[in-house]
């Protein structure tokens, strides 16, 4: 399976929004309803962001959403804050109990 | 609480194999999966295989058939990846995660994997 393509980057001032964006095949995020988003900080671990496309997990702010058009999902992020800078990878059910990450994007608040 | 406690880092030459432990506690083991990621040094994550809890049913990415193997312990809920024929391009942090269908809800602290001669 090919990496489901993201922006290398995108970038917002605090309390604007943000979208990133995660295009897939056909065989990839537009076929199932598994997709995911991670965020992760320089030299930590991964966190769950959004699961299956739009749920999220409790703790998360509902700042962060999650949406889906065709074979693209999207990670939207209002209100941003400094504490929001980070890498952010969506994740996608490939078929066959394989998945596929995007190649991630990184998220600058100026 | 749920946690994922891997083993610690290691230096392997080209050639020689690894494995990496997963320690899993806080929840039933069963009736998770769990998922191994991993991430070379200033790349992005890059998902390996998945192992089910439940019945030890595994998936490989096609990038590592054959070189990959995923196993559990189920008596101890530990969780075992093994890499074989390792090769400088397999320096990278590996990741447990447990899997809650489809998603990776905990993920294990990473343990990082150099190759080098």
């Known amino acids: 399976q090919s990496a489901l393509t993201q922006p290398r980057s995108v970038s917002g001032s605090p309390g604007q929004s943000v979208t990133i964006s995660c295009t897939g095949t056909s065989s990839d995020a537009s076929d199932y309803n598994y997709v995911s988003w991670y965020q992760q900080h320089p030299g930590e671990v991964p966190k769950l962001m959004i699961y299956d496309v739009t749920k999220r997990p409790s703790g998360v702010p509902d700042r962060f959403s999650g949406a889906m058009s065709d074979n693209t999902a999207f990670l939207a992020i209002s209100g941003l804050q400094a504490e929001d800078e980070a890498d952010y990878y969506c994740?996608?059910?490939?078929?066959?109990?394989?998945?596929?990450f995007g190649g991630g994007t990184k998220l600058t608040v100026l | 609480q749920v946690q994922l406690v891997q083993s610690g880092a290691e230096v392997k030459k080209p050639g020689a194999s690894v494995k990496v432990s997963c320690k899993a506690s806080g929840y039933t083991f069963k009736n998770y999966g769990i998922t191994w990621v991993r991430q070379a040094p200033g790349q992005g994550l890059e998902w390996m295989g998945w192992i089910s809890g439940y019945n030890g049913k595994t998936n490989y990415a096609q990038k590592f058939q054959g070189r990959v193997t995923v196993s559990t312990d189920r008596s101890t809920s530990t969780a075992y990846m093994e890499l074989r024929s390792l090769t400088s391009d397999d320096t990278a942090v590996y990741y447990c995660a447990r899997e809650d269908r489809m998603f990776a809800d905990y993920w294990g602290q990473g343990a990082l994997v150099t190759v080098s001669s």
């Open positions: 994740c996608s059910y490939a078929g066959r109990y394989t998945w596929v």
